[in-house]
Structure formats: structure tokens, C-alpha cells
């Protein structure tokens, strides 16, 4: 029902290559002699920075000094090409998943020539979105479910566990709250959000289906709310209020015109209670106080990128 976008064709390519997925699931890493773990890492004391990846060429993840400003410039660029999702651990390592199936992890501090712990491959074609909980481990979107990477993470790693309901028919965008319940962003004929109390085996919360064109490709989760971008132009940004039952549909949605809405695909959440959105319609980011009034949101701040630089795909805040 969906015009799916790259996300949508990449998990298709994922089911075909998964088999629907699972912790089972056939993987293909990296040919490396000895795999190599990732180094414990150490909570990194510093501000924080907005990292937004740019597909387009020259592609590569741009870092922000926040607060941001109609006028912020990148610090610098760390080259990536392809990149579809980042993620941040509570010590500031950074995950950076890629259109081919590829995940790296980049320790802090960040800069444009950063190179990656480790990396391995998932055995897709798509990555899939990215998080991870507050144990260090990585959940990552696969098919009819999540896939769950333990940490420490090597050249070889594969699944060690898959998180799934009868209802998903694909899962799209993942997000932890501070109690480490897990939300999913899944069809299920329409889009619905799903949540997973720890350990993430039993019956999920779910959502009444929403009708979207295009899939909740993100979603963040603040103190008192989920917050869920739909692309499909205009776009808006679905509010919904926490807790979630199964009764539970948007109480409110950052539309386009005055609330600044132009494509969105991108969220998330820094530590002072600032949402940024990511819209790939015209190349901004726009930035909104938390929580969401009921009315919509309008936008503190609009950065507004180089002319011809929308094509994007993913934001994230970290160290």
C-alpha cells in the first residue's frame, strides 16, 4: 500500500536474502584471518554534536556543533559512501550502516579522518536501521523483525537473537525509551508502532494502523512522547503520547508551511529537549523545543543546506 522507498526495496532485498529473517539466518562476513573485537570503550566526556549523512557525492557524515543556528557550518566530514543509518552508544561510539549491508564503528572523538574499530557484514543488501540499548548491543531491522548483534562486536559477527510479531509484515525504524523498552516502527497493513518490554520475547504492545504513503522511516522517543516522520511530500511528523496502548494514534503532527515540514525521513533527540528533523525535500534540517504541543510544532531554528545537497538519509546526536 505504500510508495516504499529505498528502505522498502532494501528490506525486500533483505527477505530474499534472509529468508525472512532470524538469529539463524544465513550471514557472509568479512574474509579477515582473525576478527577483530571492538576495544571497551570508555564513557567520552564532551558537548554534543549533530551528525547528518549526506548520500549524494562528495557523500560522507557532516558534524554540527550544537546549539545550531540558521547559519551552522560543518566542523568536518568524515567520508562514508552510501550511508543510510547512524546510531550512538552511551560511550560516543558511532555505528554507520551502509546501503550494502555493511556496519562500522567509529570510536570517539569523531573527525574527518576517523577510521573504523571494526566493521562486518550483516549478509544483506541493506543494513537496516540502527540502535542500540543501553547493554551496548546493536538492534538492527530486518525483514519482519529486528535483528540483535551482542556486543563486543567483531569482523564476523552475526545475529544473536531476532525480535518478531505475527502482525509485521516489514519493520521499518527502531528506538529505545529509558527503560529499554523497544518501539518499532512496522506495517502491519498500515503503520503501526510496536513496543517490547525487555527482554524484547514477549507480546508486543501495538498500535492501531495508521494510513501513511510512505512508511515511519525514523522514529525517536523522548520522556513523553514518540515522535515519527512520514516522507512522503509534504510529509509530516507524527506525535504520539507516551504511554502507548493499543489504543494509541498521533495527538499531534509537525505539518509543512509554518511548522517547517518539507519531506522529512530523519529524527532525533538531543540531551537539552530539542527535536531535529531531517527534510530531504528541500535540504534543511529544522530544529523544535520537546514536547510537541498538540497543535504542531514550529520550528526554533532552520539550517538550510547548500543548494542541490538534499539527498540525505539519516541524523543522528552524539559525541
Known amino acids: 500500500m505504500f510508495h516504499r522507498s529505498l528502505v522498502v526495496v532494501a528490506l525486500a532485498t533483505l527477505v530474499s536474502a534472509c529468508g525472512g529473517g532470524g538469529a539463524t539466518s544465513s550471514q557472509t562476513s568479512f574474509a579477515t584471518p582473525t576478527p577483530t573485537p571492538v576495544p571497551t570503550s570508555t564513557p567520552f566526556a564532551g558537548p554534543q554534536y549533530l551528525y547528518v549523512a549526506k548520500t549524494s557525492p562528495p557523500s560522507g557524515i557532516m558534524q554540527y556543533a550544537l546549539p545550531l543556528t540558521a547559519s551552522s557550518m560543518p566542523n568536518f566530514t568524515l567520508p562514508f559512501d552510501n550511508v543510510r543509518s547512524l546510531a550512538f552508544d552511551a560511550s560516543g561510539d558511532l555505528a554507520a550502516a551502509d546501503s ?69 509484515r516489514s519493520s521499518f525504524a527502531l528506538a529505545f525509551d529509558a527503560a529499554q523498552n523497544l518501539y518499532v516502527a512496522a506495517d502491519t497493513g498500515k503503520m503501526s508502532l510496536l513496543v517490547f518490554a525487555p527482554p524484547y520475547s514477549g507480546t508486543p504492545v501495538i498500535t492501531p494502523g495508521v494510513d501513511v504513503v510512505t512508511p515511519y522511516e525514523s522514529i525517536a522517543v523522548s520522556a513523553n512522547q514518540v515522535i515519527a516522520p512520514a516522507l512522503h511530500l509534504p510529509g509530516r ?18 505539518e509543512s508551511g509554518s511548522g517547517g515540514i518539507n519531506g522529512p525521513n530523519s529524527v532525533a533527540l538531543d540531551a537539552a529537549g530539542n527535536l531535529y528533523v531531517m527534510n530531504t525535500g528541500n535540504g534543511s534540517v529544522t530544529v523544535y523545543s520537546l514536547p510537541i504541543p498538540t497543535g504542531g510544532g514550529l520550528p526554533t531554528v532552520t539550517l538550510q543546506m547548500p543548494a542541490g545537497t538534499f539527498n540525505f538519509w539519516g541524523i543522528a546526536v552524539g559525541r
Open 100 to 168: 550494502t549491508g555493511h556496519v562500522k564503528f567509529f570510536p570517539p572523538p569523531l573527525s574527518a579522518t576517523s577510521t573504523p574499530a571494526v566493521s562486518f557484514n550483516t549478509g544483506t543488501g541493506f543494513a537496516g536501521i540502527a540502535a542500540f540499548n543501553g547493554a551496548g548491543d546493536l538492534f538492527v531491522t530486518a525483514a519482519n523483525g529486528v535483528n540483535v548483534f551482542a556486543h563486543p562486536f567483531t569482523s564476523a559477527s552475526t545475529p544473536s537473537a531476532f525480535i518478531t510479531a505475527p502482525s509485521i
Open 237 to 254: 511528523v507524527d506525535v504520539y503520547g507516551l504511554p502507548l496502548t493499543a489504543a494509541s494514534t498521533p495527538n499531534a503532527a509537525i
